[in-house]
DNA sequence: AAATATTTTTAGATTTGTCTAAAATTATAA
DNA sequence: TTATAATTTTAGACAAATCTAAAAATATTT
């Protein structure tokens, strides 16, 4: 049984791993979790301990198979919980995230199972992200990046990069939501800039937005 | 803010001080906490120097106006999230208490007046027992003991007092739920066991049974 | 009312998770 | 390739929540 503490950095250690084949920093930990490095030195003896990642001093930690499908039912709490703070209760995308970091540390697997159920077993969360199965099978959606795209091709918006209050907010304003269909203009060559066709109007969005927005061809 | 481990002592506090105009004496405290007395006495300083409760040296502990409101609290989340369990979630009503220990100590205000809503601002939870609403105000209802009933006379089952496992799934298996209607027969004298006519049979319950059986005469 | 028992508090220790400051190691640069 | 810089670890300290053992206060009993 794991504190919430070994919960928290065990989740940080499973993203940074998602995007790196070296071992993960001290550092890199300390900052996701926004804690100096002597206190994650300590952290990484606890959770070796309990052969949840491996590590040499001085060489960085590696996540180990039962870290991983550990990690998995943690961040599969996370966003079934985010599900239903917005599908049920009616909380805005930019609302969730505090709360469900606070949920996912509920343990029950019969309670997680049972909302799985209750959700209608969703593939993705408020964000996009995919939705880890009561096996850590994690769904595939086919997805680019809005940077990426071909003019005169029309696609859907299916996740958020950044899931920050500001980004969220942002694209609320511009009426910009999962599911929001659109032709992607011209890709502009001096800023990055991507315009796009969408409820008839023409809209431009910055090369940093254009980044933080997966969309897929339809 | 408080911790986890302050809201637990302060609820036992608050339902302590429910059936006690003295003081409440540390033991007792230890007692329900299941914990030394030492450790009591630590934690009384601090509840006390947060203003939730007064306390002199050997005099036992008074529950303030802001620790009642504060326990209050925590004791809405705890029922509103037994009654998600039970309604939404349809746990039954003896596997409900150890999650909603953990569900009750998560700190958002607007999650629980969603969850309170997302329910239809439920009266009781799944054992009778009375939800406070957002103002800390606990709905009154009519209700005595089955050993306090009269003979001939038709009653509804509307609580328990004992929520032990044990005990509700005793009532599961003689088919006694929430809203169970039935006529008391008999008050027997020798052991105080109540005969009852229940869905056309004849249903002998002991004096410990009757005692932690809220009823209402219909 | 003094002796005994019980309750409560204090003192000191332990665990978890954090910190600062210093030492050890690794990486970078002149 | 040695000097400098950055990273990582160790050592020692602190707060929260707990414990045991002993001391202090209160309650009970003869």
Redesign the pocket.
């Known amino acids: 049984m794991?504190?919430?503490?070994?919960e928290?950095?065990l989740k940080v250690i499973y993203h940074l791993s998602q995007t790196e084949d070296q071992?993960?920093?001290?550092?890199?930990?300390?900052q996701k979790?926004?804690?100096?490095?002597?206190?994650?030195?300590?952290?990484?003896?606890?959770l070796k301990e309990k052969d949840l990642i491996t590590?040499?001093?001085?060489?960085?930690?590696f996540i180990t198979q039962l870290g991983m499908y550990t990690a998995k039912m943690i961040i599969r709490k996370h966003r079934l919980w985010e599900v239903f703070l917005v599908d049920k209760l009616h909380f805005n995308w930019d609302e969730v995230h505090d709360v469900a970091e606070e949920l996912e540390h509920i343990k029950s697997e019969k309670l997680i199972n049972a909302l799985d159920a209750f959700l209608g077993f969703p593939k993705e969360d408020p964000h996009g992200d995919p939705i880890p199965n009561a096996k850590g099978e994690i769904p595939y959606r086919e997805k680019e990046l809005l940077t990426e795209t071909e003019e005169n091709n029309n696609y859907m918006c299916v996740g958020v990069k950044d899931t920050s209050v500001a980004f969220l907010q942002y694209l609320d304003r511009q009426k910009i939501a999962l599911g929001s269909t659109f032709m992607v203009l011209k890709h502009e060559n001096f800023d990055h800039s991507v315009t796009i066709l969408f409820q008839e109007n023409e809209l431009t969005l910055s090369k940093v937005v254009a980044q933080n927005l997966f969309v897929k061809k339809i």
């Open positions: 794991l504190t919430h503490a070994e928290n950095y071992g993960i920093s001290t550092n890199a930990i300390a979790i926004d804690t100096k490095a002597s206190s994650v030195t300590d952290m990484i003896k606890k590590h040499e001093k001085y060489q960085g930690v």
